[in-house]
Each structure stands twice: as C-alpha cells, then as structure tokens.
C-alpha cells in the first residue's frame, strides 16, 4: 500500500479547507469514549447549571409580585427576607454547578489533548522516510502543539459554554414561548431566518482559519529548519535573510488570521444585532401588555431576565461557533496524520528468524529501487549480493552509487519495486520491523546525540543495559577517556545535538551505543568520517573488535579504512562492477585500482 502523507502546508489550504466543518470534531470521537463518566458529570453539573439560571427568574417574579406589594410593613420585610433567601439559595447552587462543571470540563480538555498528542506523536514516529519526503518536520511540530491547543480551547471550555448556552437559551425560549405564545411564536419565526443566513456565512470562516492554521504551520517549519542549521546560517551571514524570510511567512500568516478574525467579527456582529433586534421587539410587545394590564410587573421582570439570558445564550453561540471552526480546521488536520498509512509495516503473522551464531546471513537477490520522491531514476539496479556469516563487506564507490540505499533497504525503511531481501534466510518483509531492528546496530556518518547525558545517550542503544555495561561499550569505542574528562563524567548533559562535544567525539559515542547493543548485523555507514588520524586508529581498532562473531556491511569513501574488508564490493550507478579483496581489486587494474591510487598517492 503506498504511504498516503499529509499535504505538504504549501497545498493544504488549497483543498482540504473548503470540506472542514463542526463534523470534523467527529474525529475526536476515540478519544472521548473512553472518559464517558467525567462527560456524563460534566452533562450533568451542566443541565444543573443551566436549569438553576433558569430558575432565577421565577424567583424574581416572586420577589417582585409578592415581596413589594403593599399591606403591613412587617408582612413586607419579611416576605422580602424569604424571597431574597430564594435568590441567594439559587446563586449558590448555581456557583456549586458551575465550578463542579468548570472542573469537569477542563479535566476533560486537558486529558484528551494530552492523549491526542501521544497518539499523533506515536503515529508519527512509526511513519517510513516516505513520509517525511513529503512533509516537513516543521508541519508536524504545528499540528502537534497549536492545533491540539484549539482542540483543547474546545473540548475544555467552548463546547461546554455552548452546550450549557445553548440548554439555557433553548430553556429560555420555551419560558417565553409559554408565558407569552403569540408574541414569542413570531420572534422564533425570525431567529430561523437569522440562523439560516449566519451557517452560510460560517462557511467563510471556516475555510479562512484552516488557512490561518496552514500559514502558522508553515512559519513553524521554517523556523524548525533554520534552527537545526544554525552553524550553516551564521556561517553564510544569512541571519537577516532567513529573518526576512521568516517575518514574510509569518506577515502571510498574520494577514490570513486577519481576515479570518475580520470575517468571524462581522458573523459576531450579525448574530447579536440581529437576534438582539428581534427580542427587544418581543420585549416591547411585553411592556405593551403590562401597560393594558394583561400581565403583572414581576411577569414583565421574568420576561425581561429570560430576553437577556437568551440574547447572551445566542451571543456566547456565536463565539463558540467561530471556535468549532477553527478547531474543526485542526482536528481535520491531525486526523490528517493519525490516518497517514505507512508504507512499511509489520506482517499481521510475522515469521520468526532463528538466532544466528557468529553473525546473520544476508541475501540480496535481483533488487531494483526507485525513491518515491525520485520516480524516474533508479538507486538500484538488479542489485544481487550474498554475505556470509561473520563476514564484514564494504560497499565503496562514487557519491550516488547506491551503497547508502542498500543500508536503507537492509534497515527497511524502503521496499524495493523488484526483488527480494533475506536475513537469515527470511525474507525482511516477512518479519516484524521491530525484530528485524533489533538485529541490527547502526552507526551512521552524521551522529545523532540526543538533548541527554552521556550515559543516557550510549544506553539508547540497549535501555536495559546497566551503567557497568555502557561503560564498557563506552571504553570499546575509545570513549572512556573524553567522557570521564567531562565536567559530570557519564552525567554530563551533552546539549542539543552534542554541541558540547567534537565530531569525533560524537562519533565515537555512536559507535559506543552499536557497540552496546550487541546485535549479529553490524552497518556502517562512514563511521570513521569525523575522526581525525589519531582516533581514526583508535576506532578503528574498537570497530575491528565489534566486528567479530557478527555480519558487517562498511560504506567508506576512505578505501585505507577498509582494506582489511573480507570483501569489498565497488558500486556503480546502482549496480555492482568489481568484488574481491583489496590486493586482487588493485591488481585487476580497475575501477577500485584507479580509486585506490587517486587516493593513496594523495
């Protein structure tokens, strides 16, 4: 199945936007179900809420009707201690509901955010280098942090505010409607043709804040792209143009959220004067009838309250719909991810390899490749290579020869369009892609250190590993000596990237973690590149040790770091052109002689 990546923000707005609506937030759905006891609480502390604000009205036309009439003056004081009694017992309930709800509510949010992030994080992190062939770092740091925050915004404050407006507000107009039918039969009549017009122009809204969110993505991953490239840009002197760049994507930004906030004003502005309009005519209507003596003051107090509560209840609608919008535009992008389909996957019944003994066997057969972003070249071309047990093989050639995709392809972060890969005589599309991982140990040529110390960096390799342990993968690699030279030894943290530390000592802290994790298949992919003479040796040497008893494929440009190869195959435009040792390449007089003079007469 090919990998179906989300749309990459330069064309994401362009689509998608016009089809997002409140039903995206169906695809929170999952998340929700399995918190359905704080949501009943949270519905019930609601409903509480909502039905206490609508009985506060009563209360008041009971003060007003029967607390201010005339008669004895001590019947009064006392009938208006009862009744103000009433209203104080009704706001205390409500502020009983309303923070039972309000905590609920904002558990809820906080909870299902987090979740949601865990999952497309996780998602993420399982996606093949397909993936992100397609779609920046960058955009996915976006859809991670802001839009689960307006998911958040929604699902820990706007829904409940429009669920608890929307009981009120319908409650109010049932009272309306009950107490005066005629007059408030009309106004319904006219809030129907309010709506109708305001869901249309909530279509605008919507495409705009999936666009705003776009252009906010795309500032993120500009920034997420320079920041890793610091040393390159300041090197350039190309602070004030990648700052130039940066500001003109967030203006775009900036630009879009305006016209979005503009649009969303005037939808705002339209729901409240339309719907005020409409219920101050019934209010009108209502004091006519007090005037003709058809009903008491303390019904027109009623009425008033209930005027109020439903034109706030339709205000507070308004806003919370621009929000549903908005978080509906980032929940259709996160569904985006989490529906993201890797290409490369585990088999529903994976086969299990027997465990090898002195290292794997692997068998390339026939292997054509081409990568996806690079359709009409191919990387491989009817690539067959066998390599025993035990046996180490450096791949060498020209850059772009393909000895990089052939450790891509043993690793399976790609399947090849032709052929078939065996380890230990399974094939790799065969076994689950973590069993298949944990028999190999890679060391690449650009080191990556993680914002850790270095004891937590080399147990990567092996989490279990004890501190005895690491420390010995650590002295294997020639490590042992720069670390305890570290103002916290093994606990020293090594920065963002190891920018505490050299390239070759980078390097070797690589090597240390391979070297830990022990497993039977051993790549190396330039592994001795940031070295200098000196520790090239040292390494090399610790390389040499770790090779034993196990299966290593070497890619080296350096040929003196691979002559002791037991075999070193020479690449090609994806194809094989010479194998043999060392001494039986250079005096066949070859590619790999030609190579080897350039270089050692150098």
Same mark, same amino acid.
């Given at each position: 199945m090919a990998a179906v990546a989300p749309p990459s923000s330069s064309d994401s707005s362009a689509q998608p936007a016009s089809k997002a609506s409140p039903r995206s937030l169906s695809g929170l759905g999952p998340f929700l179900r399995p918190y359905r006891l704080q949501i009943s609480l949270a519905g019930v502390f609601l409903v509480l809420a909502a039905v206490t604000t609508l009985v506060f009205p009563i209360a008041l036309r009971g003060l007003i009707d029967g607390g201010l009439i005339s008669g004895d003056r001590g019947q009064q004081v006392m009938g208006l201690a009862e009744h103000f009694l009433e209203l104080f017992a009704v706001a205390v309930a409500l502020g009983m509901f309303s923070a039972a709800r309000f905590y609920t509510v904002s558990w809820l949010g906080e909870r299902v955010t987090a979740d949601l992030r865990n999952a497309v994080y996780t998602h993420v992190l399982r996606?093949?280098?397909?993936?992100?062939?397609?779609?920046?770092?960058?955009?996915?740091?976006?859809?991670?942090?802001?839009d689960t925050t307006l998911v958040q915004t929604v699902v820990g404050s706007s829904l409940s505010m429009g669920l608890r407006n929307a009981v009120m507000g319908i409650g109010a107009l049932a009272m309306l409607v009950w107490t005066n039918p005629y007059v408030m039969t009309q106004v319904l009549l006219i809030l129907v043709l309010i709506?109708?017009?305001?869901?249309?122009?909530?279509?605008?809204?919507?495409?705009?804040?999936?666009?705003?969110?776009?252009?906010?993505?795309?500032?993120?991953?500009?920034?997420?792209?320079?920041?890793n490239a610091i040393p390159v840009v300041q090197s350039y002197t190309a602070e004030t143009r990648e700052s130039e760049r940066f500001r003109a994507s967030t203006d775009s930004a900036f630009k879009t959220a305006v016209r979005r906030a503009k649009a969303r004003a005037v939808l705002v502005a339209f729901i409240i004067i339309a719907t005020s309009a409409s219920l101050l005519w019934g209010l009108y209507e209502g004091t006519q009838a007090v005037l003709h003596g058809e009903i008491t003051p303390g019904h027109l107090g009623q009425t008033v309250v209930y005027v109020i509560i439903l034109a706030s209840s339709a205000a507070v609608l308004?806003?919370?719909?621009?929000?549903?919008?908005?978080?509906?535009?980032?929940?259709?992008?996160?569904?985006?991810?989490?529906?993201?389909?890797?290409?490369? @996957?585990?088999?529903?019944?994976?086969? $299990?390899?027997?465990? /090898?003994? #002195?290292?794997? %066997?692997?068998?390339? !057969?026939?292997?054509?490749?081409?990568?996806?972003?690079?359709?009409?070249?191919?990387?491989?071309?009817?690539?067959?290579?066998?390599?025993?047990?035990?046996?180490?093989?450096?791949?060498?050639?020209?850059?772009?020869?393909?000895?990089?995709?052939?450790?891509?392809?043993?690793?399976?972060?790609?399947?090849?369009?032709?052929?078939?890969?065996?380890?230990?005589?399974?094939?790799?599309?065969?076994?689950?892609?973590?069993?298949?991982?944990?028999?190999?140990?890679?060391?690449?040529?650009?080191?990556?250190?993680?914002?850790?110390?270095?004891?937590?960096?080399?147990?990567?390799?092996?989490?279990?590993?004890?501190?005895?342990?690491?420390?010995?993968?650590?002295? @294997?690699?020639?490590?042992?000596?720069? $670390?305890?030279?570290? /103002?916290? #030894?093994?606990? %020293?943290?090594?920065? !963002?990237?190891?920018?505490?530390?050299s390239g070759g000592q980078r390097q070797r802290l690589a090597i240390a973690r391979a070297i830990l994790k022990n497993a039977p298949l051993l790549l190396l992919d330039e592994a001795t590149s940031a070295l200098d003479a000196q520790s090239e040796r040292m390494v090399q040497a610790a390389l040499e040790s770790a090779m034993e008893n196990r299966t290593t494929v070497v890619i080296a440009h350096r040929l003196a770091t691979v002559q002791k190869a037991d075999r070193i195959v020479v690449m090609d435009h994806g194809g094989i052109v010479e194998q043999g040792t060392h001494a039986d390449l250079v005096a066949r007089g070859g590619v790999y002689a030609r190579l080897a003079a350039l270089q050692f007469s150098a």
């Open positions: 996606q093949s280098p397909a993936f992100f062939e397609t779609t920046q770092s960058g955009e996915v740091l976006s859809r991670i942090t802001t709506i109708l017009p305001s869901m249309w122009f909530g279509r605008r809204v919507r495409r705009l804040s999936r666009a705003s969110q776009d252009r906010v993505a795309d500032s993120s991953a500009i920034a997420a792209e320079v920041l308004g806003e919370v719909y621009g929000d549903l919008l908005r978080a509906a535009g980032a929940t259709e992008r996160l569904m985006e991810l989490l529906h993201a389909e890797s290409d490369i @996957a585990s088999p529903q019944s994976p086969a $299990i390899a027997p465990q /090898p003994v #002195g290292g794997s %066997t692997l068998e390339l !057969e026939g292997l054509t490749f081409h990568y996806p972003s690079r359709p009409d070249t191919a990387a491989l071309r009817d690539f067959s290579l066998t390599v025993r047990p035990g046996e180490t093989v450096a791949l060498v050639g020209s850059s772009g020869a393909g000895k990089s995709t052939v450790l891509q392809l043993l690793l399976r972060f790609y399947d090849p369009q032709q052929g078939r890969i065996r380890l230990d005589g399974v094939p790799l599309d065969a076994l689950a892609l973590d069993d298949l991982r944990a028999r190999i140990g890679l060391v690449p040529q650009d080191a990556v250190i993680f914002s850790a110390s270095a004891m937590e960096n080399i147990r990567y390799g092996r989490p279990e590993a004890s501190d005895d342990e690491v420390r010995a993968a650590a002295t @294997a690699a020639f490590a042992d000596e720069f $670390i305890g030279a570290l /103002p916290e #030894g093994y606990h %020293t943290f090594l920065g !963002e990237r190891g920018v505490r530390l």
